[in-house]
């Protein structure tokens, strides 16, 4: 692959495509310490990428290499199949508007991965309010004993980068996520590319 | 109260009834150790119960006595007021048709949560497919430090009860789940009760 090949999501921006049975989406963390928020319906049936089928499935919350990503309906929609970052989450929802100014007391706009998904999705013709859970590569939630969420500092080094196999046709949005707390306190690009499998 | 307003899921099946804004919403185990598996809808707009915006506002996965859970665009649904049990999940998914097949190789049908739940929507017009992660009252499901999910058996005793404030109008469905792992291998009813706020 050559750099020409790869797609670069402005910070606090997202973009929507569609992804190929086969195809490999790769997301890559170029300047290290960026999440990139990812969400997929299937193309022309209802299903949607679900958290709580994966984790169950998994039996686990941190999904890497190996691990699939499945829909509501319990069909794989992405197999993880390279992985240099090695921690993502999966508990939480995108950041949105509401979320700043409940828990940041936000005044104003302030961009947010839940209104990038949505319009990623409106030209495929797609619901946004039908966005759920997001898959949130590179970013560093922790579950302590309590049950106590920590999110911590990306773990992810510039250039680190997660493939994933689609398994089903889909619409896929992604963005590089506009929330300070989740990015060290920085908003910075994410690039993705996609290679036929 | 007396036992006459209280009405029972039978083992296995679920119900699906209207809640109004101050409305509460108890939840009873009549015989201990029987997991019910909640999801709502906002009446009369998109909003739906979104375990991903409780967890994050609670900053914590284990939701008990003072604890919101929120819609996906943010706003108060249900506050927990009352919780005898102290332990219900809130990162899995109602139990599935596939499930069993995937997890446990059944073959025929099962009854499950996810059939159940969309059973109990359908007469309020709710297309089922839009269910999430639900809010699985009594079950007793663990995160350990490295990730791994495990679910225990239910903490609830007979007669314990978690009891929910109604924030909104909303349609709720409920179930007496129908999964032999999360129920400590029998099949159990679940009580419930509406009283005006």
Redesign the interface.
Known sequence: MTDSMTARIPPQHGRGFMLRRGQILRVIDPEGEQVADLFAFAAGD?GWL????S????????LTIGDVLYS???RPMFTIVADTAGRHDF???PC?Q??FE??YRHEGHHPSCWENLQLAFEPFGI?G??????FNIFMNVA???????IVGVPSSKAGDHIDLVAEMDMVVALTACSAENSNNGSFKPIDYLVLDG
Chains 1, 2 share one sequence.
């Open positions: 209802p679900s958290s709580g089928r984790i169950d499935y998994a039996g686990k919350i941190f509501d309906d319990s508990l939480l929802t949105s509401e979320m409940i828990l619901d309010r039908r966005i759920g859970t997001t579950v302590d004993p309590a049950g106590e969420v």
